[in-house]
């Protein structure tokens, strides 16, 4: 019985959960971000903006990719259709735990030039109105294809270790750990295909009281500093857009990385 309850409210939630898909922000945000080493470590995957967003569940359809890594190395996120949470697993070594999805391709249609432009505005995404006008695109009507790459850093026991690159598409790296560090700022790094991406946003969304925003841009080493200005939940958001000609008429393709964690 309750396997079916769950593949029914998974099918439910794929209805409810699919409009909102559109929506800014993609991340994971552990219910607690330190638990014993034994205990179960448990994350929702949320999509919204502002740190506020609806809960999406385990969907296997909906990922290429869910996976942790901590001290003894990577396994798959095992679930079944309809969890929620959508991570639900047991901290099995000390450490750093790294958990990162990549979601499946998904589409947009933009009804409006004003939307596609409030968007490129916000995500700071530099010559890419002009390149869609040079390309002769139509001012609405047309498609994106997107992907989420998300990746959530927490503590299972200990907070020793370090963040990696696991190779999602577009991944933002902590070169520091934010559970460690005495400094006033986290360095960070952004990768496209594992090389450094230059001159891209980074959004920082702070709850720690309010919920703050800021931005900053990767330098040419593809790194950023990101101010720690108070303690609390943190994410951080990056947007990387490519030239694309797709059967279903997609002619941009959007990868969205998030990283996401606790200052104490």
Same mark, same amino acid.
């Given at each position: 019985?309750?396997?079916?309850?769950?593949?029914? /409210?998974?099918? /439910?939630?794929?209805?409810?959960?699919?409009?909102?898909?559109?929506?800014?922000?993609?991340?994971?945000?552990?219910?607690?971000?330190?638990?014993?080493?034994?205990? @179960?470590?448990?994350?929702?995957?949320?999509?919204?903006?502002?740190?506020?967003?609806?809960?999406?569940?385990?969907?296997? *359809?909906?990922?290429?990719?869910?996976?942790?890594?901590?001290?003894?190395?990577?396994?798959?996120?095992?679930?079944?259709?309809?969890?929620?949470?959508?991570?639900?697993?047991?901290?099995?070594?000390?450490?750093?735990?790294?958990?990162?999805?990549?979601?499946? @391709?998904?589409?947009?249609?933009?009804?409006?030039?004003?939307?596609?432009?409030? /968007?490129?505005?916000?995500?700071?995404?530099?010559?890419?109105?002009?390149?869609?006008?040079?390309?002769?695109?139509?001012?609405?009507?047309?498609?994106?294809?997107?992907?989420?790459?998300?990746?959530?850093?927490?503590?299972?026991?200990?907070?020793?270790?370090?963040?990696?690159?696991?190779?999602?598409?577009?991944?933002?790296?902590?070169?520091?750990?934010?559970?460690?560090?005495?400094?006033? *700022?986290?360095?960070?790094?952004? /990768?496209?295909?594992?090389?450094?991406?230059?001159?891209?946003?980074?959004?920082?969304?702070?709850?720690?009281?309010?919920?703050?925003?800021?931005?900053?841009?990767?330098?040419?080493?593809?790194?950023?500093?990101?101010?720690?200005?108070?303690?609390?939940?943190?994410?951080?958001?990056?947007?990387?857009?490519?030239?694309?000609?797709?059967?279903?008429?997609?002619?941009?393709?959007?990868?969205?990385?998030?990283? *996401?964690?606790?200052?104490?």
């Amino acid at each position: 019985m309750k396997i079916l309850q769950r593949v029914f /409210f998974g099918l /439910f939630a794929a209805l409810v959960v699919s409009n909102s898909l559109q929506a800014h922000e993609f991340w994971m945000e552990p219910e607690n971000p330190s638990v014993s080493v034994g205990d @179960t470590l448990k994350i929702k995957l949320r999509v919204g903006q502002h740190l506020k967003g609806n809960q999406q569940p385990y969907i296997e *359809s909906w990922f290429e990719e869910f996976q942790i890594r901590d001290a003894e190395g990577m396994r798959p996120v095992k679930g079944m259709q309809g969890d929620m949470p959508a991570f639900a697993m047991k901290v099995r070594a000390p450490g750093l735990q790294v958990v990162n999805y990549v979601s499946s @391709t998904d589409d947009l249609r933009y009804r409006s030039r004003e939307q596609f432009e409030r /968007f490129i505005e916000y995500e700071g995404l530099t010559g890419v109105l002009e390149r869609h006008q040079e390309r002769g695109l139509p001012e609405l009507g047309f498609r994106e294809d997107y992907v989420r790459c998300a990746k959530a850093l927490a503590v299972g026991g200990t907070a020793e270790g370090q963040d990696l690159l696991v190779g999602m598409p577009l991944e933002l790296l902590a070169e520091e750990n934010p559970y460690l560090t005495k400094s006033t *700022s986290l360095p960070v790094r952004l /990768f496209w295909q594992g090389e450094p991406l230059s001159d891209i946003q980074i959004r920082i969304f702070h709850r720690g009281g309010d919920t703050e925003e800021t931005t900053v841009r990767t330098d040419t080493e593809g790194r950023a500093q990101i101010p720690l200005t108070a303690s609390g939940f943190f994410l951080l958001n990056a947007v990387h857009m490519l030239e694309v000609e797709q059967k279903n008429g997609a002619v941009w393709k959007s990868y969205w990385a998030s990283l *996401s964690f606790t200052y104490q």
